[in-house]
């Protein structure tokens, strides 16, 4: 069985710094204050955690790719 991989984007001028995704996604966001966050690792396994991140940034900032489709995980399509 394959894992599936996902890659993660964040988009540092929508950011706001609040620190929810390092919160809930301990070691794939870092977030120091006053500073953007940045994506610790652009390809990962695939993780809830990061899911909840994603759906929790307040700005929006954070988007989840299958790395193999390329199909969008997050945000969903309207
Ligand atoms: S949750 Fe969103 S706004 Fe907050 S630090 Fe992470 S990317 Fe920035």
Known sequence: ?????????????????????????????????GTPARVVSEEVDREDALLDAAESCPVEAIGLVDARSGDVVYPPAD
């Not at 964040?10 to 204050?33: K, N, T, W, Y």
């Open 1 to 33: 069985m394959t894992t599936t991989r996902w890659k993660v984007s964040l988009d540092q001028d929508s950011c706001i710094s609040s620190g929810i995704c390092q919160a809930l996604a301990p070691g794939r966001f870092e977030v120091r204050a």
